[in-house]
T-cell receptor, first 111, second 114 residues
Framework: GESVGLHLPTLSVQEGDNSIINCAYSNSASDYFIWYKQESGKGPQFIID?????DKRQGQRVTVLLNKTVKHLSLQIAATQPGDSAVYFCAEGAAGNKLTFGGGTRVLVKP | NAGVTQTPKFRILKIGQSMTLQCTQDMNHNYMYWYRQDPGMGLKLIYYSVGAGITDKGEVPNGYNVSRSTTEDFPLRLELAAPSQTSVYFC?????????????FGPGTRLTVT
């Protein structure tokens, strides 16, 4: 079936540097995409979303880029902080608000 | 608002036992979902509901049942527990605004079947 996947399972980044987390998706009919952050022992927490008719959206310290030509999604975190250490999931949304989640990327912030 | 609450937080079951995982949301969301998350993996949709009285299967429904008698509650039933059902279970709800819906997740229930 359709699926969402990630390129890198673990990303180590120096505190203060920018982080880029990548995600490939296969369903060109998806209406929107969402990035979630999951800290250890907790449920996923919404970070930012983007509609399929957009190619960029910015939030507080985060930017999501969508390239529909190559079916690629990325999350950029500016000035990464220790509190950003977590697992990040991309998900694609379709009819009925069903989300298909990718496998996750672990971000480790080094002091 | 308490958001999405789940009980219990932890549970150990023996093979063949049954249990119900409880999920309640106080945000008046129509959409509710149950996911399971295996270690180091993403979330897989078990069942979902678009409103009271309406439920539908997700990607991995076998071995589970749900009901949605009220907007607030969406319990997940495990019958004849198997070791393959050892996982962390997350309940979520969503308002679905303008065709796009952020899902709000509960804290999860960690289930071990031995």
């Amino acid at each position: 079936g359709e699926s969402v996947g990630l390129h890198l399972p673990t990303l180590s980044v120096q505190e203060g540097d920018n982080s880029i987390i990548n995600c490939a998706y296969s369903n060109s009919a998806s209406d929107y995409f969402i990035w979630y952050k999951q800290e250890s022992g907790k449920g996923p927490q919404f970070i930012i979303d983007i509609r399929s008719n957009m190619d960029k959206r910015q939030g507080q310290r985060v930017t999501v880029l969508l390239n529909k030509t190559v079916k690629h999604l990325s999350l950029q975190i500016a000035a990464t902080q220790p509190g950003d250490s977590a697992v990040y999931f991309c998900a694609e949304g379709a009819a009925g608000n069903k989300l298909t989640f990718g496998g996750g990327t672990r971000v480790l912030v080094k002091p | 608002n308490a958001g999405v609450t789940q009980t219990p937080k932890f549970r150990i079951l023996k093979i063949g036992q049954s249990m119900t995982l409880q999920c309640t949301q106080d945000m008046n969301h129509n959409y509710m979902y149950w996911y399971r998350q295996d270690p180091g993996m993403g979330l897989k949709l078990i069942y979902y509901s678009v409103g009271a009285g309406i439920t539908d299967k997700g990607e991995v429904p076998n071995g589970y049942n749900v009901s949605r008698s009220t907007t607030e509650d969406f319990p997940l039933r495990l019958e004849l527990a198997a070791p393959s059902q050892t996982s962390v279970y997350f309940c979520a709800s969503s308002p679905l605004l303008d065709g796009m819906g952020e899902q709000y997740f509960g804290p999860g229930t960690r289930l071990t079947v031995t």
